[in-house]
């Protein structure tokens, strides 16, 4: 079946950069809820820049903050929240939290099932 759509808006129809619903367990069982966009490559190089560092976390840092929202499509964290993630969250929520950004592009996994 033929398009009439150029290779262009094929790929930018195919992108969809909705927000996903992304649950994280927490270390106290809890579960944290956020919406992330799957990541663009200018949202990609953005991170790098502001990372200031080949630092792997540095970068995925970068990321939650620049992408994790809330329901309505409000950031969860802004930069000047860096230092207080980085001392006063556990390690391992922090580590689930930036996975579940890089990883926007994975269905979120129904407990139900």
């Known amino acids: 079946m033929a398009s009439n759509l150029s290779a262009l808006d094929r790929l930018r129809k195919a ?10 367990e927490l270390s106290d ?7 992330v966009t799957p990541l663009t490559m200018a949202e990609r ?7 200031k560092s ?3 976390n540095a970068f995925a840092l970068q990321l939650l903050i620049a992408k994790a929202q809330d329901g309505t499509g409000r950031k969860l964290f802004n ?4 230092d207080i993630l980085k001392n006063e ?10 996975l579940a950004v ?5 269905d979120t996994i129904d407990p139900k099932n």
């Not at 190089?45 to 990372?51: G, I, S």
Request: proline share 2%.
């Open 15 to 24: 992108a969809n950069l909705e927000p996903k619903k992304k649950e994280v």
């Open 29 to 35: 069982g809890s579960i944290f809820e956020m919406y």
């Open 45 to 51: 190089e953005r991170a790098q820049k502001q990372a």
């Open 54 to 56: 080949d630092d792997a």
């Open 79 to 82: 930069a000047a929240e860096i």
């Open 89 to 98: 969250v556990k390690d391992s929520d922090l580590q689930s939290l930036m």
């Open 102 to 106: 890089i990883n926007a592009e994975e």
